[in-house]
Every structure is written in structure tokens, then in C-alpha cells.
């Protein structure tokens, strides 16, 4: 595959990796209610997320309410929103970098610059992709270690909703594409002085016939 092709490939899965973010950033599914236990009431559902928390009737209706302080909210949750909205912003402006300096536009003229400016774009969507994934799992771990804790039944226990989920798959996505540009943008080395000609006084002097 070119150079062009890979590019193409990777603009893809920073569009899939972007909207991935986006959706575990506004969507509140990032814990559910699990109905386990004897006394199981399907009545209404709660949903948890960043900004908000709900809670669905069997019914259909929807009730969110939005957190008020975000200094009473716990850490992982307050990395979460940090981290997520910074990888946005960093895969935005690398798939824009991206775009720019891909070989199948004409936005740069300067070949030798392309692909120094498709490794640094590479750089962002690495560092954008370990960005989702380091909240989404901390967040897994918490609520998989209240959903084993013997000691929390006050409370109805939370798994793992699609967000998670969705925050996992993005992630890959932007670490695949990141890897790619890595590994297939790297410098052109050589140009134009690779090689030297050497003339001889001899070869070059005008040979002159006396009588």
C-alpha cells in the first residue's frame, strides 16, 4: 500500500476514533443500573455519564439531572472530563495535520516537509488514543471493584455501560492510526546531493590543434 493509501486509511480511523470520543464525552452511559440480586425492579434504570445522570422508566421517559459541583464529584470522574475533552481537541487538530500534509492533498507543495508533518499528526492521534483509554479504563475499574465489594448494598449496584465500550474502541482506533503514520511517515533521506560527479581538467579542456 502507498504512502497515499496509508493516509487515507488513517484519516478513517481518526474520523471513527473523533466521533467515538464525542459520544463518550455527551452520552450518559458510562455506568448503568445492574439488575442483579433477589428483589429485582425494573421500574427505572439510571444512567451515570460525565456531565449528567439520569433515570429511564419502563415507560420511556427520561429525567437527567446535571452534577452542580464539580468539586463533590470523585477523581476518576474529574479525570474523565479532563482527558477526554483534551483527546478531542488533540485528535481534532491532528486529523486536521493530518489532512494537510497527506499525500493525497495539495495543501503543502513541500514533499521533504510532508512527511515530517504526517509524523507529528501520527504523534497527536498516539497521544490522543492513550488519552481515552486511560479514563474509560480507571473508570471500568472503579465500578467494577463497587459492583464486587460484598459491603456496598445500600445502594443498587452499576455496571458497565456503552460508553465504556465505545471509549475502548476509540482509543484502538486512534492508536492504530497513530502507529500507522509512525511507521509509514518517516523522513526521505538522500535528495538531491546523494551523489557526486567528478570531471578531469583533461575531459573538460578544449583540445587545440597547432600547425
Known amino acids: 500500500m502507498g504512502s497515499a493509501g496509508v493516509h487515507i486509511v488513517c484519516v478513517g480511523l481518526g474520523v471513527l476514533g473523533l466521533i467515538g470520543i464525542i459520544v463518550c464525552c455527551t452520552l450518559p452511559q458510562w455506568k448503568v443500573t445492574s439488575f442483579t440480586g433477589s428483589n429485582i425492579v425494573t421500574a427505572q434504570r439510571s444512567q451515570e455519564g460525565l456531565w449528567m445522570t439520569c433515570v429511564v422508566q419502563s415507560t420511556g421517559q427520561q429525567q437527567c439531572k446535571n452534577f452542580e459541583s464539580m468539586l463533590v464529584l470523585p477523581s476518576d470522574l474529574q479525570a474523565a472530563r479532563a482527558m477526554t475533552i483534551i483527546a478531542c481537541m488533540i485528535s481534532s487538530l491532528s486529523i486536521l495535520i493530518l489532512f494537510c500534509g497527506a499525500d493525497f492533498t495539495t495543501c503543502i507543495q513541500n514533499e521533504e516537509a510532508k512527511p515530517k508533518i504526517s509524523l507529528v499528526a501520527g504523534v497527536g492521534l498516539l497521544l490522543a488514543g492513550l488519552l481515552v483509554i486511560i479514563p474509560v479504563s ?69 583540445n587545440k590543434n597547432y600547425v
Open 138 to 206: 480507571w473508570s471500568a475499574n472503579v465500578t467494577v471493584r463497587k459492583f464486587n465489594n460484598p459491603l456496598s448494598t445500600g445502594t443498587p449496584n452499576m455496571e458497565l455501560g456503552a460508553c465504556v465500550f465505545v471509549g475502548w474502541a476509540a482509543g484502538i482506533l486512534l492508536l492504530l492510526a497513530g502507529g500507522l503514520l509512525c511507521c509509514f511517515s518517516r523522513p526521505k533521506s538522500g535528495g538531491s546531493g546523494g551523489t557526486a560527479k567528478y570531471y578531469s581538467n583533461s575531459a573538460t579542456a578544449p
